[in-house]
């Protein structure tokens, strides 16, 4: 069985945090409700085989809850580009088995036959693992960076749990390039920002630092505004944060350039202040 993360996976995370906290971006894994409303895009098509993307994985929370709701000729390609990260994900891949996971929905998987097909690597950077049926479900671990990735593929849902607020804007406007770029038409994009953090931040972050994070959220709000975009807040999680989904419906560099323009005034100041 795919439990939750164990305490073993929570206390690496939050080593990695600490460690690094502008790239790990949470004090801890997300809950199983964040978890779960980051992958309703895949629950909305239960029994549809689909491409499916999840970038910074961490240790696996969402992966976790993504593998129960995967139909048989699925493909999900997971990216983290922590090492130490990737090495806790291949073993959540290696360790499921379908059927035994308790966050399977009954109506995604009453009528799968499952099989117990032992895991197999294809090579150490990929763990392949045929979860259901004969047709199997393709998991594939990517230790990479999201820039990086070439898997030939499109995809009909993305989950991203990269932490945007802590990135400059230009980096989080070519990430969401990246992500429209990848997914397929009419596909669904998810990612989540904590809730009631900019309080805090305007307490004990520069002006420059309050200024970077308005910037940020005004090149997601341009992205969310040239597509079909709705949220909304799981207060269940360390702490609260609201998810959004949203169907791009413009092409790739068109909702950032607002963001980009008010990025460009402040880039000098901000480049000191994050490197």
Known sequence: ???????????LFVTEAARGFRITGAVAP???RLA??????VTERAGQPLNVLEVGAGTGPVTRCLLPLLAPGSTLDVVEANPRFAAVLRNVVREYRPGRDEHAASAQTRDCHTTHTKVRD???????????????????????????????????????????????????????DRYIELLRPGGALTYFAYVGTAPARR???SAGEAARHRAVETVLAGYRQRGRASGRIVWANVPPARVWHVRPTSTPGVGGEAGRAHSSLLQPRLGQRTS
């Open 1 to 11: 069985m795919t439990s939750w993360p164990r305490f073993a996976d929570t206390r």
């Open 30 to 32: 997300s809950s199983r």
């Open 36 to 41: 779960a409303a980051l992958a309703a895009p």
């Open 122 to 176: 294809d090579n150490p950077g990929e763990a392949f693992v045929p979860v259901r049926s004969e047709d199997g479900v393709r998991v594939r671990i990517h230790e990479t960076r999201i820039e990086h990735l070439n898997t030939r593929q499109s995809y009909d849902v993305i989950v991203s749990g990269l932490p945007f607020t802590n990135f400059v804007p230009d980096t989080v406007a070519s990430l969401m």
């Open 203 to 205: 307490l004990v972050a």
